[in-house]
């Protein structure tokens, strides 16, 4: 990892799941049952989605000399875990 934080930020957890939810709001299916969310509201169904890193995503960190990194939602979420255990989400 050579750029940011081994994990999310709040602000690209919160784009994330305002997009995601977006797109559930707008009829795109869930990728995940909505009972195993919790609730069919489309905000817990993202924010489930991203926590638990279903969705296929990746997320690009910019370096400010130009160049940067592509890093994979699933792996940033498997490394918040492990740094930060039990206090991730």
Known sequence: ???GPPYLT?????????V???????GAPPLVDPERAGSRNPLDIARYE?????????IYRY???GGGQSLSLSRL?????????SEYV
């Open 63 to 65: 370096l400010p000399g």
């Open 50 to 58: 991203v926590d638990n890193g279903i969705l296929p995503v990746s």
């Open 10 to 18: 709040k602000y690209e957890r919160a784009r994330i799941i305002g």
């Open 77 to 85: 979420v498997e490394l918040a875990r492990e740094i930060l255990g």
């Open 20 to 26: 995601r939810a977006f797109q559930l709001s707008i």
């Open 1 to 3: 990892m050579k750029i």
